[in-house]
C-alpha cells in the first residue's frame, strides 16, 4: 500500500464569495476556513497588513501565497516603461506583503500577449523586470511564482521550465495551475516536465464539452471532479516530483450552496483528489 499523500489544503481569497459570507469582516473569514478544514489561503496583494496579520494570528490560519495585485492592470510586457515600472513596485510590494505574512512565494502572471505586444517582446520585457525583483525575493526567502494563465504566454511545459532556469535562482519558481492547461493540454505532462520548480498547485477543473458549447471561460463552470481534468494520473505525476506542499482550490461557487457548507464540501472535494 502506497503512503497516504499528505498535502495542506488552502483556498484562493478571490473565491471566497457569496451571500453568506460577503458581510463577514477578514477575521471571520479565516475562521470559517479554518473551521471547515483549510490549512491555509491565497491573498490577493495590498490588502491591509495589519487586518490580516490580526485575523492570521487569531484564527492559526496560514497565509500560503500572495497574488501580484498588478498582474493584469500593469504588466511586465508593456510597452510603456512607466507600466512597467509599477508593475515591478507590485512585484516588490507582493514579496514584501508576503514575508510580512510568512508566505513562502508569490504569484505571478510574467506577462501579456496580445494585438499591442508581440510574443518576443513579451519575453525579453518580462524576463528583464523579473530579473530586477529576484535580489528582493532572495533577500526576503520568498520565492516568485510564475502561472500559467490565459495570456497568451509560455504556452508550452518545455517553454515554461526554460523561462524559469534563466533566471538561474532557486527563488523563481512556478505556480502551477490544473485547470488552466486542460483546453489545450494535459496537467500532468506539465507537472512532470516542471518537477522541482514548482513551488505552489492551483487545485481548479475544466469542461472542455462547456467550452465548447457555451465559449472558452464555460468550461470552468464545473465542480472539482466533474471536468476534463484526470485528477489520477495528475496526482501520480505530483507524485513523481516529490511535491508535498500546498494544494490552493480556485473554484467558482456552484448554484445552491454557500458558506460553511459550500467550504467544508470543496474540503471534501479536495480529500478525494488527494486519494485518487
Given at each position: 500500500?502506497?503512503?497516504?499523500?499528505?498535502?495542506?489544503?488552502?483556498?484562493?481569497?478571490?473565491?471566497?464569495?457569496?451571500?453568506?459570507?460577503?458581510?463577514?469582516?477578514?477575521?471571520?473569514?479565516?475562521?470559517?476556513?479554518?473551521?471547515?478544514?483549510?490549512?491555509?489561503?491565497?491573498?490577493?496583494?495590498?490588502?491591509?497588513?495589519?487586518?490580516?496579520?490580526?485575523?492570521?494570528?487569531?484564527?492559526?490560519?496560514?497565509?500560503?501565497?500572495?497574488?501580484?495585485?498588478?498582474?493584469?492592470?500593469?504588466?511586465?510586457?508593456?510597452?510603456?516603461?512607466?507600466?512597467?515600472?509599477?508593475?515591478?513596485?507590485?512585484?516588490?510590494?507582493?514579496?514584501?506583503?508576503?514575508?510580512a505574512y510568512g508566505a513562502t512565494s508569490v504569484l505571478l502572471v510574467p506577462a501579456v500577449v496580445n494585438k499591442e505586444t508581440s510574443y518576443a517582446e513579451a519575453y525579453t520585457r518580462s524576463t528583464a523586470e523579473i530579473a530586477k525583483a529576484v535580489p528582493l525575493a532572495e533577500s526576503l526567502g520568498v520565492a516568485i511564482a510564475v502561472e500559467n494563465v490565459w495570456n497568451q504566454f509560455l504556452l508550452s511545459p518545455l517553454e515554461a521550465v526554460q523561462y524559469v532556469d534563466a533566471f538561474k535562482?532557486?527563488?523563481?519558481?512556478?505556480?502551477?495551475?490544473?485547470?488552466?492547461?486542460?483546453?489545450?493540454?494535459?496537467?500532468?505532462?506539465?507537472?512532470?516536465?516542471?518537477?522541482?520548480?514548482?513551488?505552489?498547485?492551483?487545485?481548479?477543473?475544466?469542461?472542455?464539452?462547456?467550452?465548447?458549447?457555451?465559449?472558452?471561460?464555460?468550461?470552468?463552470?464545473?465542480?472539482?471532479?466533474?471536468?476534463?481534468?484526470?485528477?489520477?494520473?495528475?496526482?501520480?505525476?505530483?507524485?513523481?516530483?516529490?511535491?508535498?506542499?500546498?494544494?490552493?482550490?480556485?473554484?467558482?461557487?456552484?448554484?445552491?450552496?454557500?458558506?460553511?457548507?459550500?467550504?467544508?464540501?470543496?474540503?471534501?472535494?479536495?480529500?478525494?483528489?488527494?486519494?485518487?
Amino acid at each position: 500500500m502506497p503512503a497516504p499523500r499528505s498535502f495542506k489544503k488552502g483556498l484562493m481569497f478571490n473565491t471566497l464569495r457569496g451571500p453568506a459570507v460577503d458581510p463577514l469582516s477578514l477575521r471571520e473569514k479565516f475562521a470559517l476556513l479554518r473551521a471547515a478544514g483549510f490549512d491555509g489561503v491565497e491573498l490577493r496583494g495590498s490588502m491591509n497588513q495589519a487586518e490580516v496579520l490580526a485575523a492570521r494570528d487569531a484564527t492559526g490560519l496560514v497565509i500560503a501565497s500572495v497574488n501580484v495585485a498588478t498582474n493584469w492592470v500593469r504588466p511586465l510586457s508593456d510597452a510603456n516603461p512607466t507600466v512597467r515600472a509599477a508593475g515591478l513596485e507590485g512585484l516588490r510590494q507582493a514579496l514584501r506583503d508576503a514575508k510580512a505574512y510568512g508566505a513562502t512565494s508569490v504569484l505571478l502572471v510574467p506577462a501579456v500577449v496580445n494585438k499591442e505586444t508581440s510574443y518576443a517582446e513579451a519575453y525579453t520585457r518580462s524576463t528583464a523586470e523579473i530579473a530586477k525583483a529576484v535580489p528582493l525575493a532572495e533577500s526576503l526567502g520568498v520565492a516568485i511564482a510564475v502561472e500559467n494563465v490565459w495570456n497568451q504566454f509560455l504556452l508550452s511545459p518545455l517553454e515554461a521550465v526554460q523561462y524559469v532556469d534563466a533566471f538561474k535562482s532557486p527563488f523563481v519558481r512556478w505556480h502551477f495551475d490544473v485547470g488552466n492547461c486542460v483546453q489545450h493540454g494535459w496537467p500532468e505532462h506539465w507537472i512532470r516536465a516542471l518537477g522541482p520548480r514548482i513551488a505552489k498547485v492551483h487545485v481548479k477543473e475544466f469542461s472542455r464539452k462547456q467550452a465548447a458549447e457555451r465559449g472558452p471561460r464555460a468550461g470552468f463552470n464545473c465542480e472539482l471532479m466533474t471536468g476534463d481534468s484526470d485528477w489520477p494520473a495528475v496526482m501520480q505525476a505530483i507524485d513523481a516530483t516529490g511535491y508535498q506542499g500546498w494544494m490552493i482550490t480556485e473554484q467558482r461557487r456552484p448554484p445552491g450552496l454557500d458558506g460553511a457548507a459550500y467550504l467544508e464540501h470543496l474540503a471534501q472535494k479536495l480529500d478525494a483528489i488527494f486519494a485518487a
